[in-house]
Every structure is written in C-alpha cells, then in structure tokens.
C-alpha cells in the first residue's frame, strides 16, 4: 500500500468514526491549558484534571502566579510528577507570559518555547488546541500509533515524526489529527497490548499486517 493511499484510509475512517477530537484536558482559556500541559508532562491527563481546579482558584491569572514563591504553587501539584521542577517552570512562565507577553499566551510555536516548561511538544499543543494552527504534537502514542500504522517510516525522533505527519497530513486536518492518534493510543493502540481486534484500521495498519494477520492465518492452516 502506498503511504497516500495509507494516509487517506486512515483519515476517511477517523472523519467516519471520530469526527470530534478534543483535548481531555480541561480548561476555560488558553493560560489554563499552558498549565495544564506543563503539568501533563510524564503524568496523566485524569491526574492533571484532579490538580487544575484548586490551582486554577488559587492563580486564575498569570499575574497571580507571578508573585509567588514556586514553594506555594508546588502544595498544590505535589501529587503530579516531578512537582518541584513544575512548579519552578509555572511560576517562570508565568512571569515571562506577564512581563514579555502582557499576559496573553503567543500563539507563534517559537515564542511559545521561550517560556519556562514549554518544549516543542507544548508549544504545538498550544499553537493547534488553542489557536487552531497547523502544528503537530509529538508525544508517546502519537510517535508510536503512526509508527505501527505506517504513516512514518524509519523515525527516531519526535520531530522526525512531526515532519513526516505534516508532509502527509492536510494543514486543515492537522489540528484534528493529532487528538486523532492521541485518542487511538490512549484507548486502543495500546504500548503493550494493543487492541487490535477492536481495530477498525487493521485493512492499513502496518502492524497488523506483519504480526497479527499471519498469525491468524498461520493458525487457521492448522
């Protein structure tokens, strides 16, 4: 098969099967979502959820997490990973965001990068879910997901993925895309079991093809 052949069976199914794709994430603006990816990093959407309300009471703006002491914003996301270093990360964004952005989250992935805690990762987060810009998050079950389907080929790295995503994937659908995968991975593309029999990509899913699909035709031969 293909890879635009590959690319556009995997679109038409997810348009038929997922027309709406969002952020688990919750959040009212795009501060509060700058947050809550930073606190996502290496820790679940479902525990970042539990910690953002009492945090976002406490610093409903930037200007209020700018004036305090990282040691205040860590008593309430010590439950999340690595809170020490987050909290030392949000309080800096949060200063940067009000004294060289007048508050307002940028919407330009470069300037996003140059806040406290913000990666290539965050920064596409921010530029897609929020200002609905062709930009590609990369993390573990995009990198994954299109790796086993066969829309990347021979990729290393996140950013080698994002290219190869964004080459293939239309600018308008990018947005939606990425939640595309995540979702995929979270729930059926899993790391270690993937669900393949709840699949409905399995007729262009590399994966399958290679490992699954032969066994199964291996053992109807017995």
């Excluded at 479902?46 to 305090?68: D, G, W």
């Excluded at 330009?108 to 290539?120: F, H, N, S, T």
């Amino acid at each position: 098969m293909q890879k635009k052949e590959r690319y556009q069976k995997v679109i038409d199914w997810f348009q038929k099967e997922m027309p709406i794709a969002e952020t688990e994430l919750n959040y009212s603006n795009p501060y509060e979502l700058l947050v809550a990816v930073i606190l996502s990093a290496q820790c679940t959407d479902k525990r970042v959820n539990q910690i953002t309300p009492e945090l976002f009471k406490r610093f409903s703006r930037p200007e209020l997490m700018a004036e305090v002491d990282s040691a205040e914003v860590f008593d309430y996301i010590r439950s999340c990973s690595y809170p020490n270093n987050k909290a030392k990360h949000l309080v800096g964004m949060a200063k940067m965001l009000v004294n060289d952005f007048n508050g307002i989250v940028p919407d330009d992935v470069q300037e996003l990068q140059k806040l406290p805690g913000v990666g290539r990762k965050t920064a596409n987060v921010i530029a897609s879910v929020v200002y609905e810009k062709p930009a590609f998050a990369v993390d573990t079950h995009v990198f994954r997901v299109s790796a086993r389907i066969g829309l990347t080929t021979n990729s290393k790295t996140p950013l080698d993925t994002e290219k190869q995503l964004m080459k293939y994937f239309p600018a308008e659908l990018v947005p939606l895309a990425h939640h595309w995968l995540i979702l995929h991975g979270r729930y059926i593309c899993l790391a270690r079991s993937p669900k393949c029999g709840k699949c409905g990509l399995k007729d262009c899913c590399r994966f399958y093809e290679k490992n699954l699909k032969n066994e199964s035709k291996a053992g109807a031969a017995r």
